[in-house]
């Protein structure tokens, strides 16, 4: 029996990253990371490069980590997956604009990788729902990557589902993803435990397994230092004596494994959604959870500034002076502004919590929105926006409010352990 591994990691910073600290995760990680993986010849990579990074590695003038990854593709070690430009949780933005992320996306693939094709797609932080996945397969796409929450079915080691419209569905280890990623295992331990991870399967069955781990690529040198080699080059030398062990893409997966004949619908979920939090019926925790009011007042804002860009889309009166240019600002600071990481700094009962990267996010929609009714009033429209433009003001007001409160609440509680 042959157990094959299949890594991927994704690479991803936010469009407002302050330049200093990219350079830091650039040297500490990316460039050492990639690096360490040409030495390998069994480093098999599935990487998820969000395009928004590859046009800041060109911007600041640090494209060096993207010329090795160019050479491990060549070099048939690396496939280059798809997702969502700026990073925004999929299910939670309309259609029409989720479609517009991913085909962002693909341009900057197209342009940057040769001969790159539409093949596995990694959702912005493994967040899928039923409208994605058949989003997804529309475009053309062959699989998609998921939690291992998001399977409702017996746990695929040996076979491979689809979703009712065709869509291969692979689904991420997340026991062991979460141990790498924490630091909780070590390379010995995690390549024992592939070897053993089936002993326990009836001695009649021989076929062989696979098991997909999925994590940031930031894990390796910048969250854990020298983590590429302390365990990832490690786990790779060990492997590579392993007769039973292969690393393997993703999408070679197909042709080793069957299809299940029977259609299956995961659950929706993300990488960072819990049991607990599908009982509860929030399977976005870190990004729409309705018990977290900073949380509200931003889709809410989200909601209305959705209206304004609409109306300016349907603008029949182009030709104004500054219309044009209004909108075009508008549209690419929505963009930006629909990333994940707003509504993720904003988790203080986990432990995430950065009201300055929040507002980064915030200070985006506001200049959308801004620009928006700009567009409006100039094209002799500023009515049709006045009313969205005056209620994403509002629960900015309330939003930048909940901030405040809840970072004196938060060194309150600091203070009071102290004493």
């Known amino acids: 029996m042959t157990t094959y591994l299949s890594i991927i990691l994704h ?3 936010p469009s ?6 990219l350079r830091s995760i650039n040297e500490e990680c990316y460039h050492p990371l990639f690096s360490m993986l040409q030495e390998h010849e069994n480093s098999v990579i599935s990487l998820n490069l969000n395009a928004n990074l590859i046009d800041m590695f060109h911007e600041f003038k640090i494209a060096d980590s993207l010329e090795i990854i160019k050479d491990l593709r060549t070099d048939k070690k690396l496939e280059i997956l798809s997702t969502a430009k700026y990073h925004p949780i999929l299910p939670l933005i ?3 604009e989720a479609e517009r992320q991913i085909l962002l996306n693909e341009n900057i693939h197209k342009s940057t990788f040769e001969n790159w094709k539409r093949g596995g797609f990694f959702p912005p932080e493994l967040s899928i729902n039923s409208d994605v996945l058949k989003l997804i397969h529309d475009l053309g796409y062959k699989w998609i990557i998921m939690s291992g929450l998001a399977c409702p079915v017996d746990w695929p080691y040996d076979q491979i589902y689809t979703s009712p419209e065709g869509l291969r569905l692979f689904f991420r280890d997340d026991i062991l993803s979460n141990m790498i990623s924490f630091n909780n295992t070590s390379a010995k331990k995690f390549v024992s435990h592939l070897k053993t991870m089936f002993n326990n399967e009836t001695q009649n069955d021989n076929n062989d397994k696979y098991v997909i781990i999925a994590m940031d690529s930031e894990t390796f040198g910048h969250h ?5 080699k302390l365990f990832l080059s490690k786990a790779l030398d060990l492997i590579n004596d392993e007769d039973e062990i292969q690393t393997i893409l993703v999408s070679d997966l197909e042709k080793y494994f069957p299809t299940n004949k029977d259609k299956i619908v995961p659950r929706e979920s993300s990488w960072s959604t819990t049991d607990e939090d599908l009982q509860q019926k929030i399977p976005f925790p870190l990004w729409k959870n309705p018990n977290n009011n900073i949380h509200r007042f931003f889709w809410k804002m989200v909601e209305n500034l959705n209206k304004m860009i609409s109306h300016i889309s349907n603008i029949e009166n182009k030709s104004a002076p500054n219309c044009q240019n209004y909108a075009i600002t508008a549209r690419w600071y929505y963009d930006r502004a629909i990333c994940s990481d707003t509504t993720w700094w904003a988790n203080p009962d986990r432990g995430i919590w950065s009201p300055n ?9 506001m200049k959308s929105a801004i620009n928006s009714q700009l567009a409006l009033t100039d094209a002799g429209e500023a009515d049709l926006g006045e009313s969205y433009y005056n209620t994403i003001c509002y629960y900015q007001g309330l939003l930048l409010m909940e901030l405040n409160i809840l970072s004196q ?4 509680s600091k ?3 102290k004493q």
């Open 11 to 13: 690479t991803y910073q």
């Open 16 to 21: 407002f990253q302050n330049i200093k600290i």
């Open 94 to 96: 309309l259609n029409n």
């Open 224 to 228: 854990h230092k020298n983590y590429e």
């Open 357 to 365: 990267l929040t507002y980064e996010g915030i200070e985006l929609l």
């Open 409 to 412: 609440k938060l060194c309150e």
């Open 415 to 417: 203070l009071a352990k």
